[in-house]
């Protein structure tokens, strides 16, 4: 019987590389790719469609809840839907930007998406990239990654990403937003971003998307050799 595959977890603030990483080093490794922002993203686009106030726990927890987020891959990359409609460029907007670390703050929003993250992870062989993947939702996770990179350079990722989409936006504002979202995640209540314990920090400000990658990879290659000589 061969190992287990592993679980691999790639935390760290918005912009800092994750998602491009976890991406490509998943595709490398023959793993499957969860993008746990994107899912939160997805939410907090049900409560703006919905008109529900993000100031309402009760209501936002609800609406949620009866939610059906699904992560599907596809020749050309993740695509979100969300009750059956594909909203993988609609979640990237500035207007759920706002609402979405308001909404992902919540206990009762995080449950659900645990539960769901977890499933997806039971069997191992995953890249899985967030916020609290390390912390929180895999604490036992094989192989922890904290990515961190200075406000500049996230800030011209960000802006870059946004261009592509066709949004408009001057760096001094993005920078605003990365700052807020900064603020509010690392100061919520319910998994509050933070580096866990037993995480490798790999600082990308000055790396291509191409080293991060052949980090993360080279990494748990090591790991599988070492776990393959027991």
Do not use: C, W
């Not at 987020?69 to 909203?87: N, W």
């Not at 390390?134 to 990179?149: C, E, H, I, R, S």
């Amino acid at each position: 019987m061969g190992l287990k595959k592993l679980v691999i977890a790639i935390d760290g603030p918005a912009a800092s590389g994750k998602s491009t990483t976890a991406r490509r080093a998943a595709a490398l490794l023959g793993y499957l790719h969860v993008d746990t922002g994107a899912m939160y993203r997805a939410a907090a686009l049900k409560v703006l469609r919905t008109g529900t106030s993000p100031d309402d726990p009760e209501r936002v927890s609800q609406v949620v809840e009866d939610a059906r987020i699904v992560l599907q891959r596809r020749d050309d990359g993740l695509h979100v839907t969300l009750d059956g409609e594909d909203v993988t460029d609609e979640i990237r907007t500035p207007a759920v930007t706002r609402v979405v670390s308001a909404v992902s703050a919540m206990r009762r929003v995080r449950d659900v998406m645990v539960r769901e993250q977890r499933a997806l992870g039971a069997g191992g062989g995953i890249v899985l990239e967030g916020r609290d993947i390390g912390t929180v939702v895999f604490p036992d996770a094989d192989l922890k990654f904290f990515l961190v990179a200075g406000i500049d350079a996230r800030a011209r990722r960000r802006q870059e990403e946004l261009r592509a989409r066709g949004v408009t936006v001057s760096i001094a504002a993005v920078k605003e937003e990365l700052g807020e979202r900064d603020r509010l995640d690392s100061t919520r209540d319910e998994s509050p971003l933070r580096k866990a314990d037993d995480a490798i920090e790999l600082d990308t400000s000055a790396l291509t998307i191409d080293q991060q990658v052949a980090a993360v990879v080279a990494t748990a290659h090591r790991v599988m050799g070492e776990r393959e000589k027991k």
